[in-house]
């Protein structure tokens, strides 16, 4: 076989979705472990999408959706609390103040496994979870350790601006949606989520 076909093959081979499927990083759960699910996405995650019901004008009491940063925890060491570090100048945060009830959104297709296996980021195969519950300030021992797995995973934090008065804080869960595979979201009761292990039976998921 002359040396430009076989490099041609060899590309084919590398660029085919078996190959993608192969070279990622990590293993979901299965869909049919559904907190199991839940808890892998919310700490494969560094950033989410929280809706409050807007003070603001013209959009007052309309939904409002906006990116924050999140962590549940160093890499590898998941509690499946969702913590963010907040100022009361954001927007957001002043609706927070009005009315703590949010609900927050996070996807795989903010890693690299969605687009890896080929999936648009609404396919239900591209797993996704949508939190409900309100966002609390956090104190004491729980913001040191808020502080800790916001800061190894997100370290510009520790340059922001000292006047902006920052704050830790969680979002405290009161319900938990799964959508990762055909039939419709599933629901998740916050007692099965905390009690889920993310990473039970899969050790390559550093």
Sequence with gaps: ????????????????????RSACRFQIPPHDQVARVARFVA?????????TISTHKPVVGQPFSNVFSVSDGPHGTS???PYLYLTRMEVSV???????????????????????QGFD?????????????SVLEVNGTEADFAKKSLFTRHPE??????????FFAKFNITQVWVLDYFGGVKTVSPDDY???DPHRRHSSWN
């Design 79 to 81: 509690t499946g609390v």
């Design 157 to 166: 934090m520790i340059d922001w601006p000292t006047d902006h008065n920052w």
């Design 94 to 116: 002043q609706d927070l103040q009005v009315n703590p009830q949010a609900s927050m959104s996070m996807s795989l297709a903010q890693t690299d496994y969605c687009r890896q």
């Design 194 to 196: 905390f009690q889920a």
């Design 121 to 133: 980021p609404q396919s239900p195969l591209c797993a996704h979870i949508i939190l409900s519950g």
């Design 43 to 51: 700490h494969r995650c560094d950033w989410a999408s929280v809706a």
């Design 1 to 20: 076989m002359s040396g430009p076909l076989t490099l041609a093959l060899l590309a084919l081979t590398l660029s085919s979705p078996a190959s993608s």
